[in-house]
Structures are given as structure tokens and as C-alpha cells.
């Protein structure tokens, strides 16, 4: 009875030793598929903060780009105040130099101021500065010239017959229009064409 139930005993190890190295095999899956399921957490996550990162780098390198340009904005145009309070000395030496002087002396001040006055306009225009000179008879342009008066003439109609006071730009900002005085036809004519015109509907 002894060896019987040895034998039986040794029978139900033997079936307990078979068993654990597949038990042991379960765990081991078990552990396998969680480290698998931590694996894609963690590339999930990697994928989620590498596009982060991306997303952050290009709204910095936008922002970096904006202030440079708001930089170079303000550099460009620092000058249009100063420009702006300087007209009137513009102005001042544009007409002086326009005078007729038969006086020597006067003539020679003259010559030093225009010399003077160069040398200002040089510098603003190192600056960006770019006068508005129209010629006389050239097509009236409203955008860079205010037409101040009009004269009639017997030819075309909006052209510059006379340049009382210059304009200026600043790069692409206009300063100030160039104050001009423009053409436009006779009374006379401009009747004779309302009348025609009266007949012509009639």
C-alpha cells in the first residue's frame, strides 16, 4: 500500500512539474503583451510630442520671422516723422532757390544754400526719401499729386501746368502730395459740348 501511494505521489508531481512550464509560459505571454501595449503607449506618445515639437518649432520660426519683419518695418520707416517736420524747411529752400535775384551777393548766398540744400536731399534720400517733382504738361496722378487749382487751356484737360510745392515718399508711404495746379478745358468749349450734346439727345 506504501509503494502504491509513493507511486501515486510521484505520479501527481510528475503532472504538477508538466503543468508549471506551461503556467510559466501563460505569464511570460501575459508580461509579453503588456510590455507590447506599453511599447505603443510610449511610440503613441512619441509621435504625440514629436508633433508637438514641430508645431512649436514653426510657431516660433513665424514668430521669429514676423518680429524681424516689424523690425525691418520699423527701421525702414523711422525717418517719416522727421521727414514730415522737415517740409517746411524743404519748402522754404525750394522757393528761396526758385527766386529771381539780380543782386551779386544775393545770388552768391543763393549758391550756398543750394549747395546746403543738395546735400539735405542726399541724405534723405540715403534714406528712402524720393521727391515728387512733376514736369509741367505730364498727366495729372491722383496718387502722388493734390491738385490745388486749375487753370483753362486750350489742350488737354488734367495736365500739370504749374508745381507749387513738391511731394514726398517715403519707400512705398507717400509723405506728402506734390501740390500742382491742373488744366481743364474753357467754359466756352465745355458749353458748346453741353449744348451739342443737349441737341444731339433732342
Known amino acids: 500500500m506504501a509503494d502504491s501511494e ?11 512539474e508538466e503543468k508549471e512550464p506551461l503556467n510559466m509560459k501563460a505569464s511570460f505571454k501575459k508580461k509579453l503583451a503588456k510590455k507590447d501595449e506599453e511599447l505603443e503607449k510610449a511610440k503613441a506618445d512619441m509621435e504625440h510630442w514629436k508633433n508637438e515639437y514641430y508645431k512649436a518649432y514653426a510657431d516660433m520660426a513665424n514668430l521669429r ?37 539780380k543782386n551779386e551777393e544775393t545770388k552768391n548766398y543763393l549758391l550756398g544754400f543750394k549747395y546746403v540744400y543738395t546735400q539735405l536731399l ?46 514726398y515718399k517715403l ?16 467754359k466756352e468749349e465745355n458749353k458748346d459740348t453741353k449744348e451739342t450734346t443737349e441737341e444731339k439727345v433732342a
Open 65 to 101: 520671422k514676423d518680429i524681424q519683419k516689424d523690425h525691418q518695418e520699423v527701421i525702414k520707416y523711422r525717418v517719416e516723422g522727421l521727414v514730415d517736420n522737415l517740409l517746411p524747411v524743404l519748402d522754404a529752400f525750394d522757393i528761396a532757390l526758385k527766386a529771381d535775384v
Open 122 to 167: 542726399q541724405v534723405l534720400e540715403g534714406e528712402g526719401i524720393q521727391v515728387i517733382e512733376p514736369s509741367i504738361d505730364s498727366k495729372f496722378d491722383e496718387k502722388t499729386m493734390h491738385a490745388v487749382e486749375t487753370i483753362e487751356s486750350d489742350g488737354e484737360e488734367h495736365l500739370v501746368k504749374k508745381v507749387n510745392l513738391k511731394g
Open 171 to 186: 519707400y512705398d508711404h507717400l509723405v506728402r502730395a506734390a501740390m500742382v495746379v491742373t488744366s481743364v478745358k474753357h
Open 6 to 16: 509513493k507511486k501515486v505521489e510521484e505520479e501527481v508531481k510528475e503532472t504538477e
